[in-house]
């Protein structure tokens, strides 16, 4: 069955940086984008971008350009999300995401256990 | 972006209550929209998508409905276990926005 399975708890002091990782297991890996999505205590969800491991190719949402940056290793199945410049802001529930279909709807159907990063000084 | 605005934020009810929950696109997003349960040290579960399909394995006390800007995640005949918070989400576009949110307590 499909898995993704994320690397454990991270707490980092303001300005630094932080790598998520999400190995993927039970698919073709590069048959399926990857989504990161976050959640603030207290907050919705929020779509912080996607790649498409077969090409490299991402989509970032506009906040995260600059600060994100999503890759994929296709030899190891694993998909990482690197946040640079953490402020407390950032303290979250990190989520990996793959997508599910039916026909033209495309949902978040397996998520990752979720990887809580905390930003305090 | 597409802003999802979910009305109530919060909602009491009991166990065997019917709820419904809307969900406001700020733009045509026909029927791309999905809904999510949350429960606290879990992943989100999808409940529907395209704005009606459930997915596979969820009760059928969940329905959804609407198309457009205007959508309701209903609840029929609540069970211990279906109080939580629920999300819906936009995917019309890339960027697949989030509602803030309908917790539902236990009165």
């Known amino acids: 069955q499909v898995q993704l399975v994320q690397s454990g708890a991270e707490v980092k002091k303001p300005g630094a940086s932080v790598k998520v990782s999400c190995k993927a297991a039970?698919?073709?890996?590069?048959?399926?984008?990857i989504t990161w999505v976050r959640q603030a205590p207290g907050q919705g969800p929020e779509w912080m971008g996607w790649i498409n491991p077969y090409n490299g190719v991402t989509y970032y949402a506009q906040k995260f350009q600059v600060r994100a940056t999503m890759t994929t290793d296709t030899s190891t199945s694993t998909a990482y999300m690197e946040l640079t410049g953490l402020t407390s802001d950032d303290t979250a529930i990190y989520y990996c995401?793959?997508?599910?279909?039916?026909?033209?709807?495309?949902?978040?159907?397996?998520w990752g256990q979720g990887t809580l990063v905390t930003v305090s000084s | 972006d597409i802003q999802m605005t979910q009305s109530p934020s919060s909602l009491s009810a009991s166990v065997g209550d019917r709820v419904t929950i809307t969900c406001r696109a700020s733009q045509n997003i026909s029927s791309h929209l999905n809904w999510y349960q949350y429960k606290p040290g879990k992943a989100p579960k999808i409940l529907i998508y395209g704005a009606a399909t459930l997915q596979s394995g969820v009760p059928s006390r969940f329905s959804g409905s609407g198309s457009g800007t205007d959508f309701t995640l209903t609840v029929n005949s609540l069970q211990p276990e279906d109080f939580a918070t629920y999300y819906c989400q936009q995917s019309y576009s890339t960027h697949k926005t989030f509602g803030q949110g309908t917790k539902l307590e236990m009165k």
């Open positions: 039970g698919y073709t890996f590069s048959s399926y984008g």
């Open positions: 995401v793959r997508e599910g279909s039916s026909g033209p709807h495309i949902y978040f159907q397996y």
